[in-house]
């Protein structure tokens, strides 16, 4: 296998590792449009659905204590709902298709944090059950449930502090079902798994910094990651929308 591709792919691999660790969320934003630049998207879904369960566990054996379930099991069920359907849409659309929606989730995501539209706080829980279904089906196709997670928490206005580790057990209760699917789909493949172990390494250097920068992190940071996905987003949606016309 090319030496290049690989050092590429662990890079990649490490600074969306890193970004996750610091703030919680955003691996898959970073790293899926990036690797399917370089990779099938079918290799790429179920590699960063491995690493993103991985990274889960780590945060939250030191975390779990503030996990407050109760605030988001909604979200669970209606997502492990809509995860099949996204795992379906993954194996039956076109792959440039799958990249343009991608291109267009990672954009309007980005554009809507640098933006920080001033919307009233939700005081009721019936949403939860819309923005978790579409996060099911995002994450089963994508492994982007996190944006509609996310904005849901902005708008629920969660403590900071609880917001973190309550996103890592929702990533690690829905990340069981996707896996399994993706198992069941056959998409975890031996290339999979051996880019998944390579991996490894960086995953692990990127969540000791990422623990250690959280601690430092500026807000001014968000922008700059913000930036980069509308970049990547706008990328993403001109490739696709030439190869498609």
């Not at 590792?17 to 998207?41: E, H, K, Q, Y």
């Not at 390579?198 to 250097?205: A, H, R």
């Not at 430092?216 to 001109?238: A, D, H, N, Q, T």
Request: hydrophobic content about 55%.
């Amino acid at each position: 296998m090319d030496s290049t591709l690989i050092i590429i792919i662990l890079c990649i691999v490490f600074i969306s590792t890193l970004v996750r660790s610091t703030f919680g969320f955003g691996d898959a934003l970073i790293a899926m449009p990036l690797l399917a630049l370089f990779i099938d998207i079918k290799i790429a879904t179920p590699l960063i659905a491995l690493i993103a369960f991985f990274i889960a566990i780590s945060i939250l054996i030191r975390n779990w204590q503030k996990v407050e379930i109760k605030s988001a099991w909604r979200l669970i069920v209606s997502s492990l709902i809509g995860i099949p359907i996204g795992l379906w849409y993954l194996d039956d659309i076109n792959e440039n298709v799958i990249k343009l929606v991608l291109g267009t989730i990672v954009f309007f995501f980005a554009i809507y944090n640098l933006v920080k539209p001033k919307l009233h706080q939700l005081k009721g829980e019936r949403l939860s059950w819309f923005f978790g279904f579409i996060a099911g089906i995002l994450g089963g196709a994508y492994n982007t449930n996190g944006p509609p997670i996310v904005i849901y928490s902005s708008l629920k206005k969660w403590n900071p502090e609880n917001f973190r580790a309550t996103l890592q057990g929702y990533f690690f209760t829905t990340g069981i079902l996707v896996i399994a699917g993706h198992g069941v789909a056959g998409n975890i493949t031996k290339e999979v798994l051996m880019y998944f172990i390579s991996s490894l390494p960086v995953v692990i250097l990127a969540i000791y910094l990422g623990r250690l920068s959280n601690k430092f992190i500026s807000l001014s940071f968000y922008k700059y990651i913000y930036i980069i996905l509308v970049i990547i987003g706008s990328l993403l949606i001109y490739n696709s929308i030439n190869i498609i016309s």
